[in-house]
């Protein structure tokens, strides 16, 4: 039977897409990649059995996050509005074909709605986290290989390259 690789996170940076020569790698402490989880709906039927939560073409909304050490006083340059950003990750692969770092790249479109400083004290860096709301976009490529491609106006929810809501755009006529 055959092994499936490993890829272990080594490092992660984070940047605006608008500032492609910016890093922060040396002050992100701390990079929370959304996780995906599909929405469900109950039906629980008066002459059923059993509830079902069916799985829908759609997600919950994501909640990336970032924390640093130190001030980043970049961040309050546009805090509360749009921006696009790239979430960077160099990954070992190990097992089959591996050895190798390969780049991870999280694209989210998303407003940082929350600056939270840590309780902290002058002999320790202070970290903050900072939340993001609002993520009308997140894509996520690792390895080259596209996981997740969702885009709230586009109105397209790819996993793994599949259309998960192409049948229901073609379905509602667009």
């Known amino acids: 039977m055959a092994q499936m690789p490993l890829y272990l996170l080594t490092a992660v940076d984070l940047r605006r897409v608008s500032q492609p020569d910016t890093m922060r790698g040396i002050t992100i402490a701390g990079l929370t990649i959304p996780g995906i989880t599909f929405a469900t709906g109950e039906h629980n039927p008066g002459g059923g059995v059993m509830a079902v939560n069916f799985s829908l073409p759609r997600i919950e909304a994501p ?34 074909g591996g050895g190798a770092a390969v780049p991870g790249r999280a694209i989210i ?66």
Request: aromatic share 16%; with cysteine.
């Open 109 to 174: 479109e998303g407003v940082i709605n929350a600056w939270e400083p840590d309780e902290s004290d002058p002999a320790e860096f202070q970290g903050c986290t900072h939340n993001f709301a609002e993520v009308t976009h997140y894509e996520f490529v690792l390895d080259g290989v596209e996981l997740f491609y969702i885009d709230f106006w586009e109105r397209i929810l790819r996993v793994n390259g599949v259309d998960r809501f192409a049948q229901h755009r073609r379905a509602l006529g667009g």
């Open 63 to 96: 909640e990336p996050a970032f924390t640093a050490k130190g001030i980043d006083t970049d961040i309050f340059n546009g805090m509360g509005e749009v921006d696009r950003w790239v979430f960077a990750g160099s990954y070992l692969k190990r097992g089959p």
